[in-house]
């Protein structure tokens, strides 16, 4: 990420349903952060589901037109989309740079949803909008560094891939949170899981599994040297906070880097998001005299 603060300080706001009831508290960080650095959001009106791992599970249709509905009802407001949840920006960019590559795709997006898409605006997650804002806006805000918190910086697979239809992450190792977070005064921890799955859109078929693999991160992360967790997904972050197979006294916390910037920023609001974690956060924030 980039120092230098640019003009990109306008989004229009797409919440999508997981930030709207399970993931309330990075719904409330975000909005919260973001207004802390001067960002205005526009929430989109009448947004409508992005369909998620639901709709592309049954239809590769109505997977593009969901989000495609969006996108439209979007562009009156002539800003660029934001889209914090990992799924749903990866669901409406999918669909963006799919009618933009094909324009048959288009045609027939078009006729399932009735509008037209000029294709003005494009879509950017959380840390592409702090790309765009540049860390020097971030930087200057901090007033609460969060010294003593050595955490890894947790993408998931949602964020950076299919790498030909998201730009500007290298899908490998992606390091846009792990600078965030240095800025913020912690200290991320170097691990190689940062974009493995934590198997969320499996955790009612084959519970079993995704507790194997909420496991091999839980424990990949300790051996990394870290005592929390950091991510950008509603999914992943419910996911690890709610299976982690290990004694209550022994779970990691699991942070939205949103609720980080609040922290850092010192923002009086920011103890009672975390009071809404499973894995309470707060025994381990008051042992770093970050509380």
């Not at 001067?38 to 992005?50: F, K, N």
């Not at 190792?173 to 913020?184: F, K, Q, R, S, Y």
């Not at 940062?194 to 507790?211: E, F, L, N, Q």
């Amino acid at each position: 990420m980039t120092e230098t603060k640019t003009a990109a300080k306008r989004f229009a706001y797409y919440p999508g349903c997981s930030l709207k009831s399970s993931g309330g508290e990075y719904d409330h960080s975000t909005r919260a952060a973001l207004k802390h650095i001067g960002v205005e959001l526009t929430e989109i009106p009448d947004w409508v589901c992005c369909g998620a791992s639901s709709a592309h599970n049954l239809s590769h249709e109505l997977a593009l037109a969901l989000p495609l509905k969006t996108l439209i009802l979007a562009e009156p407001v002539g800003l660029d989309v934001l889209a914090p949840c990992a799924a749903c920006y990866n669901r409406l960019k999918v669909a963006e740079t799919s009618v933009a590559q094909d324009p048959d795709v288009k045609k027939r997006m078009e006729e399932i949803v009735e509008k037209p898409f000029g294709g003005s605006i494009k879509t950017v997650n959380i840390l592409d909008a702090l790309e765009q804002i540049g860390l020097g806006e971030t930087r200057a805000r901090v007033v609460k560094p969060l010294a003593g918190l050595k955490a890894v910086c947790y993408y998931g697979c949602l964020l950076t891939r299919p790498p030909k239809k998201l730009t500007g992450s290298d899908p490998d190792n992606p390091t846009g949170m792990d600078n965030l977070l240095a800025v913020l005064g912690a200290e991320p921890k170097f691990w190689s899981y940062k974009t493995d799955c934590c198997g969320a859109g499996h955790a009612m078929a084959r519970s079993d599994v995704v507790k194997t693999l909420v496991g091999k991160l839980r424990e990949s992360a300790e051996e990394a040297g870290a005592e929390a967790i950091v991510t950008a997904c509603p999914m992943c972050h419910a996911n690890i906070d709610m299976r982690q197979e290990t004694e209550p006294g022994n779970r990691m916390p699991v942070f939205f880097i949103t609720e980080l910037m609040g922290l850092a920023f010192g923002l009086p609001q920011a103890q009672s998001w975390l009071k809404k974690h499973l894995v309470d956060p707060l025994p381990l924030l008051k042992k770093l005299n970050l509380l």
